[in-house]
C-alpha cells in the first residue's frame, strides 16, 4: 500500500489540468446596447465549477479596466433573466478585464515611465486618467499637443477662428492669437520616446499629422526627420478595420486609421527621400495589439494563471468564448499552432448572437453554440467528460 505522500506524487504525476476562460463581450454578453438575459447565470455557473474567467475585448473607449469592470457587472445583473433573490454576485473586478490597452500597463508603462509618449485616442480625459494609472508620468494628448503649438494643426485654428486657413484670408491666426490656446499643462517638450494609439481619435487629421510628426522625429518641433535614433515605437490596441455600431453598415475603426496613419508615414518618408530600408525599418517598429494577436492571448494565458496558481498543473486548456470568426477564433488558432507539441491547447467556442451567422466559415471552431448559456453548458460538461475519461486526474 502506497503512503500517502507517495500517493500524491502519483497524482501529480498523472497531471492536473488548468480549465480556463477568456470571454468575448460585444456579440456574446451583449448584442448593440442590449445585455444578455443568460450572462449572469453563465458567469454563476462558471464561478461553481471553479473555472478562472476572463474578459478580452478590443474596445475600451479610453475606460479603466475598473470603471469597465464595475459597470458591465451591474448591467449583466440588472439584464439577468434569474429572479432578483437568485442573482447573486459574481465577482468582475479590474483584474478579470484584457481591455485592448490592457497589456501594456506591465508589458510597455514600466519602460515608459520617465519619457514623452504620444498619446492618439478619445475621450481625452480618460485616456490620459488610463495612461495615468499605469505610470506613464509624461503622457502628451495629441490634442493638447497641437492645442499648445497651435501651428502644427492648420485647420484648427481655421476651424475655431471661422475663417480661412489660407495665406491670403486677412485673418490668418496670429503667434499671439495662437499663444492664447496654449493649454498643455504639464508637458515640458522633452523628446517623446513612443506612439501609443489607445483608441479611436475623434479627430483623425489632426492625429495623422501629429502622429507622423512625432515618428519621423522625437522633437518635431525643431527636427523634422531625424536620423540619429533609432525607429520610434508605434502601438496600436486594437486591430479591426470595421466596427458595428448603430449604423446600419459598418463604420471605420482604429485598423482603418492604422492603414491612414501607416500610409501617410511611409509617403511623408518618400517625399524626405528617406532610404527605403531606412522606411522599412521605421514601419517595422509598428506592433498590433488586441484579438487575434499572439502578443495579447499570451498575456491573457498569463492573467488567467495568475487568477489561479496551480502549480503542479501538468496541462492547459483555455478556452475563447466569442462571435467572431476572424478575431477571437482566429486567436485560438494562432495560440495551438505557437503551443503545437506541448500540453497547453486552445478551443473556440462560436456563438450564433454576434458577427457569426450559420453557414459562415468558423476558422476552425471547435463548436458552434447558440449563445453564452449554452458556451458555458458545453465547456462545462466537456470538462466532466475529459475528467471521466482520465478517472479524475484530468
Ligand atoms: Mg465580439
Not at 72 to 81: C, E, P, Q, Y
Not at 114 to 134: C, R, S
Request: hydrophobic residues 35%.
Amino acid at each position: 500500500m502506497s503512503s500517502p505522500a507517495k500517493r500524491a506524487r502519483t497524482d501529480t504525476e498523472a497531471g492536473e489540468a488548468r480549465v480556463a476562460i477568456a470571454f468575448d463581450i460585444d456579440g456574446v454578453f451583449k448584442y448593440g446596447r442590449e445585455w444578455s438575459k443568460d450572462g449572469l447565470r453563465a458567469l454563476q455557473k462558471v464561478t461553481e465549477a471553479k473555472m478562472p474567467f476572463v474578459f478580452v475585448t478590443n474596445g475600451g473607449g479610453g475606460l479603466t479596466e475598473a470603471s469597465y469592470a464595475s459597470s458591465m457587472s451591474s448591467k449583466i445583473r440588472a439584464a439577468s433573466s434569474l429572479p432578483e433573490k437568485e442573482r447573486t454576485d459574481v465577482i468582475i473586478d479590474g483584474s478579470r478585464m484584457v481591455l485592448s490597452y490592457t497589456p501594456w500597463q506591465s508589458l510597455l508603462a514600466p519602460s515608459l515611465a520617465e519619457g514623452a509618449v504620444l498619446i492618439i485616442g478619445d475621450p481625452k480625459e480618460q485616456v490620459l486618467q488610463v495612461a495615468h494609472n499605469y505610470g506613464l508620468k509624461y503622457a502628451v494628448h495629441y490634442s493638447d499637443y497641437a492645442v499648445k503649438h497651435y501651428n502644427i494643426n492648420p485647420f484648427r485654428g481655421a476651424r475655431e477662428g471661422g475663417h480661412s486657413h489660407t495665406a491670403v484670408a486677412t485673418t490668418a491666426v496670429s503667434n499671439a492669437e495662437g499663444a492664447k490656446r496654449t493649454a498643455c499643462e504639464g508637458a515640458d517638450d522633452r523628446p517623446f520616446e513612443a506612439v501609443l494609439v489607445m483608441c479611436d481619435p475623434y479627430e483623425w487629421y489632426e492625429a495623422v499629422q501629429v502622429g507622423v510628426d512625432v515618428l519621423c522625429s522625437p522633437t518635431p518641433l525643431t527636427v523634422e526627420f531625424d536620423v540619429t535614433v533609432p525607429p520610434m515605437p508605434c502601438h496600436f490596441s486594437n486591430p479591426d478595420v470595421l466596427w458595428k455600431s448603430e449604423h446600419p453598415f459598418p463604420r471605420f475603426g482604429q485598423g482603418a486609421f492604422k492603414i491612414a496613419l501607416k500610409a501617410l508615414y511611409m509617403e511623408r518618408m518618400r517625399f524626405l527621400r528617406i532610404p527605403q530600408e531606412t522606411i522599412d525599418e521605421r514601419i517595422a517598429a509598428i506592433r498590433q495589439w488586441g484579438k487575434p494577436t499572439d502578443a495579447t492571448f499570451r498575456f491573457v494565458e498569463q492573467r488567467l494563471r495568475e487568477l489561479a496558481p496551480m502549480p503542479h498543473a501538468t496541462t492547459e486548456r483555455f478556452y475563447m468564448v466569442g462571435d467572431n470568426p476572424t478575431s477571437d477564433i482566429e486567436g485560438t488558432r494562432r495560440s495551438n499552432i505557437v503551443h503545437k507539441s506541448t500540453c497547453t491547447s486552445w478551443d473556440g467556442v462560436l456563438v450564433r448572437t454576434g458577427v457569426y451567422k450559420s453557414g459562415d466559415e468558423t476558422n476552425g471552431a471547435t463548436v458552434v453554440v447558440d449563445g453564452i448559456g449554452d458556451a458555458v453548458d458545453w465547456i462545462i460538461e466537456r470538462e466532466k467528460g475529459l475528467r471521466a475519461a482520465t478517472g479524475g486526474a484530468s
